[in-house]
């Protein structure tokens, strides 16, 4: 096992992909582990001889928030952390690694991320305990609850990038999935593939709530008589 010390190095400035603070990201390392190795080589004196410290051209960001992390005490000092040791004649040059990380991670399609939340949900999380874990308040959660609990045919449609977020968003105004697909077909064919065009003919037999009518039984009395409350969470 080698022991490392360590230097401070340059990292170009980049945002987690999942929290966007030094502490949000350490909070994410203390939860999940560190899920990234650091990419690390040995510092050389003027001779070229190795000087037994390190500099991090990748993932200084993460030894920050590890750093945190121990200056908190939630982190033990001698904690192994998981490297990648470029050896110091590497034909790549520390800057080569740097740039590399932050350019060629791909953001995940949002759909992923609704997924994710849904089945955090199956496997028993509630919406404050997902709401937590990744940093998101939890009205967001809900959104994207609700995003991913469309008909599969949309969010194929949205996977394939043949359909907006809001048109998706629109989509949710009705959970009645067989409406959902024949409003899908008839947008398809139709001029008009606006949101409110969407959210217009999903709702076209519903009644408002600030119609008299409504107003006169209340939300309250109509659910409990086993009505049905159409809710927009966008």
């Known amino acids: 096992m080698r ?11 980049t945002r987690h992909p999942v929290c966007g603070s030094l502490e ?6 203390a939860r999940r582990g560190l899920r990234q190795s650091l990419n690390v080589r040995p510092v050389l004196d ?6 037994g410290l390190f500099e991090i051209p990748a993932g200084g960001r993460r030894f920050q928030a590890l750093s945190l992390l121990v200056k908190q005490k939630r982190l033990a000092k001698s904690a192994p952390i998981p490297c990648i040791v ?4 590497s034909e790549i040059l520390a800057e080569d690694d ?11 399609h949002p759909l992923d991320q609704f997924r994710a939340f849904q089945a955090l949900r199956e496997k028993g999380q509630g919406e404050e305990s ?3 874990a990744f940093f998101v308040t939890r009205q967001i959660v809900k959104q994207r609850l609700k995003l991913a609990s469309v008909a ?7 996977a394939e990038d043949r359909m907006t977020l809001e048109q998706l968003m629109a989509f949710t105004v009705n959970s009645d999935h067989a409406r959902q697909v024949q409003v899908l077909d008839a947008v398809k064919n139709s001029w008009n593939k606006e949101p409110y065009a969407i959210r217009r003919m999903l709702t076209e037999t519903s009644v408002r709530a600030s119609d008299r009518r409504a107003v006169f039984v209340g ?16």
Do not use: K
């Open 3 to 13: 022991v490392f010390s360590w230097v401070h190095s340059c990292e170009l400035s």
């Open 24 to 29: 949000e990201l350490a909070e994410d390392i």
């Open 46 to 51: 003027a001779d070229g001889v190795e000087t």
């Open 86 to 89: 470029r050896e110091a004649a």
């Open 98 to 108: 740097s740039l590399a990380e932050n350019m060629q991670p791909v953001a995940l």
């Open 130 to 132: 997902i709401a937590a």
């Open 152 to 158: 599969p045919a949309l969010l194929d449609v949205y």
């Open 219 to 234: 939300i309250d009395a109509y659910e409990a008589a086993g009505g049905v409350v159409l809710r927009d969470l966008f």
